[in-house]
């Protein structure tokens, strides 16, 4: 299987040191020797660096952890081809733009049902209609990735999700993929943007085994310490290159250094990443919204409906997510007491968490019988 190499930021970041680490993986200390690639956000543009040689024999891999390219949000990826050919057009990240949006995406893992089928045969997920989005190789994960991007252009058909709603709407996506599929392995990255980033894991990892891999992270911020790679002898102090200001979120397949702190994905768990900070919940991502760190396009304004179309009417699940909030408020406080440090955009971002607190008891006071759509209102 493939490994994967996420890193979401405060300040604009040199991802160089888990680069040097991650690359030895692809052909040297591990066997991922079937491409390589990277996706690096840069305002609302993306730089892309793929290669068909092993990582840690790529003049291009070589090139990037020399190159000075600091950076908000990036992801990379080294392939173990299991489907599809060795060639470029299969090599991992792939990138698409919705609405104004560039979106990239990465996939470690097996999904039988998107697998060696032709482009307009790939399972449709979600409201799909119209398929607009196509892969260019032969991957199921990027039959995967065009379909997820169909399903969210048949969702919001004229504006931009806010946060909560599309962790809420990707959770869904996620559930429909790996339902019913036992032998589905879906671990990937998904990047909207220069500032936001989705991780996924399922089902996990299985101890023993080099083919069921889950997804690891950790934050590394002030205070900082040292910390030395797995995979190369090669060791930084973080105090003496980072300031007050950087925090660092670093998602990865297995984790990198021999730091502690790496947090293991649960099974079926779905996270955002803002400025660092992970959020794990659709009820956390409200923070990020409040402070006006929502998608952005030039091109499309917020979705006109509090929530998609396809959930609004469907009063049952109200209950569901009433039943919910109990459980989804103490993961909140959680990540408030965990993730949320004591810089000041955070102390606003605690506020704003009080504040849906109390907002949010008074909704789950209410009758189980609302509309969806005034369940979910802050």
Known sequence: MCQLLGMNCAAPTDFSFSLKGFCQRGGKTDKHSHGFGLAI???RGVRCFHDTLPA???????????????TYNMMAHIRYATQGVVSLENVHPFVRVW???TMSFCHN????SFANVHTDHFPALGMTRDRLYHPVGDTDSEAVFCAILNALHAEFPDGLPSLPVLHEFLSDVCQEIVRGAQDTIFNFLLGCGPHTLFAYSWPGRRPGSDVWNGLHYIVREPP????????VDYTIDFSTVATEQDRVAVITTKPLTQEEGWREFGKGELIMFDQGI???????CQIVENLGRGLSSKCFGPFKCGRSPRLVPQTPRTAVLVEK???SKKECKREEEEDIRTTEPISVAS??????????QQAVTSSVTMPAMEVLKI
């Open 278 to 284: 992970p959020y794990r919940t659709a009820k956390c």
């Open 325 to 327: 909030r109990e459980e």
């Open 41 to 43: 956000y840069e305002g």
């Open 224 to 231: 900082f310490s040292t910390a030395k790679l797995l995979d």
């Open 109 to 112: 893992g097996d999904c039988p």
């Open 56 to 70: 840690c024999q790529s003049p291009i891999a070589d090139l990037v952890q020399n190159y000075p390219i600091k």
């Open 99 to 101: 609405k104004g949006i």
């Open 351 to 360: 506020a704003l968490l009080s504040a849906f607190h109390e907002k949010d």
